[in-house]
């Protein structure tokens, strides 16, 4: 079993930055596949970014040169920075692992452990 706790979600002006953490329980983080999905009110959960065990990243268009992805194996986390961000960013994001690759990596079914989820709200 793998327990994911998410952090780094507020509250801040279109234009500023976060910096969400994903900490896992999991000794062997890093054979596993992190992503960072989003679910804003009334939609469906979506892809933000995902970074692998083989360290390749992959981002949703509306995300690319905005947002980063990243991990730190030996704190067993991983990080979204997002920069410039819009009010069309607002949602609750949720960190995902998974023993996947990359081809997989953009649909949620394909991970096997989510986080609670946190809160960004991006206002004008």
């Known amino acids: 079993q793998v327990q994911l706790v998410e952090s780094g979600g507020g509250l801040v002006q279109a234009g500023g930055s976060l910096r969400l953490s994903c900490a896992t329980s999991?000794?062997?983080?890093?054979?596993?596949?992190m992503g960072w999905f989003r679910q804003a009110p009334g939609k469906e959960r979506e892809f933000v970014a995902t970074?692998?065990?083989?360290?390749?990243?992959a981002y949703a268009d509306s995300v690319k040169g905005r947002f980063t992805i990243s991990r730190d194996n030996a704190k067993n986390t991983v990080y979204l920075q997002m920069n410039g961000l819009k009010p069309e960013d607002t949602a609750v994001y949720y960190c995902?692992?998974?023993?996947?690759?990359?081809?997989?990596?953009?649909?949620?079914?394909?991970?096997?452990?989510w986080g609670q989820g946190t809160q960004v709200t991006v206002s004008s």
């Open positions: 970074l692998t065990w083989g360290a390749n990243t």
């Open positions: 995902a692992a998974g023993r996947l690759s990359l081809g997989r990596a953009t649909n949620s079914a394909s991970y096997d452990y």
């Open positions: 999991r000794r062997t983080f890093s054979s596993y596949t």
